[in-house]
């Protein structure tokens, strides 16, 4: 009876740590398991591979691992993430891949390079205002009074489309895209 009990409780646990993936209506993949929880994420219907996010990443480290996809891609593959990628959750799997993409380098721009918002540069700093038409990619170590300088902007104005910057001592997130000019 010990035995029948102690097998009992073991096969318990196996089936709680072993995770779930169970398909909804709303296209919705609900993912289950002791390290994360029960979670609701959307990933393409044509998905062909998936990675198991560990604890720390990010999502520009995930991009740098597998070194084939664009970060707009991973953010396309994975919407729930958000382009900040701060809805990145550990233990949650993320598509790496489909069938239908090819990747075109380069995964990571230089830092310094501005694009126009058409460009739709992610990840961007948050709450970044809606009427950005200009984005700069921020280095490591890269001064706000630099980028403010390099584009010919008031400190003002920056820190007005940049909302999330704080105003004393003011410093981006590096890797990440932040506005530098507004219409």
Not at 24 to 30: F, I, Q
Not at 68 to 87: E, K, M, R, S
Not at 93 to 104: G, K, Q
Request: contains cysteine; hydrophobic residues 45%; charged residues 10%.
């Amino acid at each position: 009876m010990l035995f029948s009990t102690l097998a009992t409780a073991i096969l318990a646990s196996v089936a709680a740590a072993t995770p779930v993936l169970t398909e909804r209506a709303d296209n919705c993949t609900t993912y289950s398991s002791v390290a994360a929880g029960t979670v609701c994420y959307h990933t393409p219907s044509d998905c062909s591979a998936t990675y198991l996010v560990k604890s720390g990443d990010s999502c520009n480290a995930i991009a740098a691992l597998f070194g084939n996809f664009t970060l707009t891609q991973f953010y396309y593959w994975n919407p729930d993430i958000t382009q900040t990628c701060a809805a990145l959750r550990a233990f949650v799997p993320v598509c790496i891949n489909t069938p239908w993409y090819t990747f075109t380098p380069p995964v990571f721009a230089p830092a310094g390079t501005v694009v126009p918002a058409s460009a739709i540069p992610v990840p961007v700093m948050p709450q970044i205002v809606s009427t950005c038409t200009k984005y700069e990619f921020v280095g490591n170590g890269v001064r706000v009074d630099a980028m403010v300088a390099q584009n010919g902007i008031t400190m003002d104005e920056f820190l007005a489309w940049n909302p999330a910057v704080a105003k004393t001592n003011p410093s981006a997130w590096a890797d990440y895209w932040v506005c530098v000019g507004s219409s």
